[in-house]
T-cell receptor, first 113, second 111 residues
Framework: EAQVTQNPRYLITVTGKKLTVTCSQN?????MSWYRQDPGLGLRQIYY???????DKGDVPEGYKVSRKEKRNFPLILESPSPNQTSLYFC????????????FGSGTQLSVL | ELKVEQNPLFLSMQEGKNYTIYCNYS?????LYWYRQDPGKSLESLFV?????AVKQEGRLMASLDTKARLSTLHITAAVHDLSATYFC???????????FGKGITLSVRP
């Protein structure tokens, strides 16, 4: 089954404790992206990647890192999480090209205490 | 900076009636997407609109795009409870496949 898999679904952590949210897709998509969703703000892009070893900042990259060592994986790293990073995070992937729709993962609800 | 605005942000609909929701955006684009999100769930693609005048329909939903007005509409025919969800539009300016999302419109269908 074609899917984008994120883990974990829920995560509670404390300020400053490094964490990684994993994302994997099995559709051989070139493009992958991370979004955060906050009430009243919609989805905002954190980072994206057009292919292996190619990543770039989205609209809200501060406090986040990503890597794309393999085509299928695009982990999101929070080196020193802070409470303002409490949010619902979505990973998404697609082929590159006009009209290629994004496939979203199930989301990760992160709480930073 | 591209801005994508959706209105209204919340709409209470009566079963059986017709409604239209709107998405407008601030820069030139002929690529617009509609997504649906059920409470506590992920986003699911509904429509992809790729040119001026494009119209797509599925079931009770019909989406259209007017690139000159920078406006997309999502028309709901005879609303039913199953359509209760949050609907996002997203605009692609063609730069690195980047999508900019609106804040979403939450639709609630009441009997």
């Amino acid at each position: 089954e074609a899917q984008v898999t994120q883990n974990p679904r829920y995560l509670i952590t404390v300020t400053g404790k490094k964490l990684t949210v994993t994302c994997s897709q099995n559709m051989n998509h070139e493009y992958m992206s991370w979004y955060r969703q906050d009430p009243g703000l919609g989805l905002r892009q954190i980072y994206y990647s057009m292919n292996v070893e190619v990543t770039d900042k989205g609209d809200v990259p501060e406090g986040y890192k990503v890597s794309r060592k393999e085509k299928r994986n695009f982990p999101l790293i929070l080196e020193s999480p802070s409470p303002n990073q409490t949010s619902l995070y979505f990973c998404a992937s697609s082929r590159i090209g006009a009209g290629e729709k994004l496939f979203f993962g199930s989301g990760t609800q992160l709480s930073v205490l | 900076e591209l801005k994508v605005e959706q209105n209204p942000l919340f709409l209470s609909m009566q079963e059986g009636k017709n409604y239209t929701i709107y998405c407008n955006y601030s820069t030139t684009s002929d690529r617009l997407y509609w997504y649906r999100q059920d409470p506590g769930k992920s986003l699911e693609s509904l429509f992809v609109l790729l040119s001026n005048g494009a119209v797509k329909q599925e079931g009770r939903l019909m989406a259209s795009l007017d690139t000159k007005a920078r406006l997309s509409t999502l028309h709901i025919t005879a609303a039913v409870h199953d359509l209760s969800a949050t609907y996002f539009c997203a605009v692609d300016t063609g730069a690195n496949s980047k999508l900019t999302f609106g804040k979403g419109i939450t639709l609630s269908v009441r009997p």
